[in-house]
């Protein structure tokens, strides 16, 4: 079955936009208004409600318009406390330091959003980080790229430096877990 209506990606990632362009979907951009706040440390929960509240904050921008708005919202777990993104260099070289040498969980939610119905799946992969020096850290901070990463790093930027290995779907790390979204399209009976 086809879709009635374009694909919006409720996201200005480009890590996001990248990850469907490479899997050959076409769809259009549209950034959510909604905030990330984290409220809760139950990760799995956190995702749910907010990969749901931008996908539903895009479709009713753009009611009328789509045939599918795909959401997503990615957090970084570790002993229980949610990591989202840094919100200055300080907080990321927190994050880094607590993160370095252990694993730790990057849990993604994705909300598909339909005119006639809404959809939620949520993917965890476990990463494996080398022990990192201060000086490490702090070097890896100043560029910049862990500022809007959860968990303030980037697995396919610099940050692949530090990841000593995964259990999972590296796509879900990166942000949006697109074989799983594809399945459960399929499953469902739709064609993008």
Same mark, same amino acid.
Do not use: W
């Given at each position: ?15 996001? @936009?990248?990850?469907? %362009? ?5 769809? %259009? ?18 995702? &749910?409600?907010?990969? @749901? ?6 479709? $009713? &921008? ?15 777990? !570790? ?9 200055? &260099?300080? %907080? ?5 330091? *607590? ?6 969980? /990057? ?14 799946? /949520?993917?965890?992969?476990? /990463?494996? *980080?080398?022990? *990192? ?7 890896? /901070?100043?560029?910049?790229?862990? *500022?809007?990463?959860?968990?303030? !790093? ?16 590296? $796509? $879900? ?20």
């Amino acid at each position: 079955m086809k879709l009635n209506g374009k694909v919006i990606l409720a996201s200005g990632s480009p890590r996001r @936009k990248q990850l469907l %362009e490479q899997i050959g979907i076409e769809f %259009e951009c549209v950034p959510s208004d909604v905030e990330e706040n984290i409220t809760t440390d139950v990760s799995t929960d956190l995702v &749910k409600i907010l990969c @749901k509240k931008k996908a539903v904050d895009v479709a $009713n &921008k753009c009611k009328g318009q789509y045939g599918l708005v795909i959401g997503a919202d990615t957090v970084v777990s !570790y002993k229980g406390k949610t990591l989202g993104k840094p919100k200055s &260099k300080e %907080e990321a070289i927190e994050m880094l330091t *607590m993160l370095q040498g252990n694993k730790h969980q /990057v849990v993604t939610g994705v909300a598909l959003v339909f005119p006639e119905r809404k959809v939620t799946l /949520v993917r965890s992969t476990h /990463v494996f *980080m080398y022990p *990192m020096t201060h000086e490490q850290i702090v070097s890896y /901070v100043e560029t910049g790229e862990p *500022m809007d990463k959860a968990g303030a !790093y980037a697995i396919q930027g610099r940050g692949a430096a530090f990841v000593e290995k995964i259990d999972g779907d590296y $796509n $879900n790390v990166v942000g949006l877990p697109v074989s799983a979204i594809l399945k459960l399209l399929h499953d469902m009976g739709i064609d993008v």
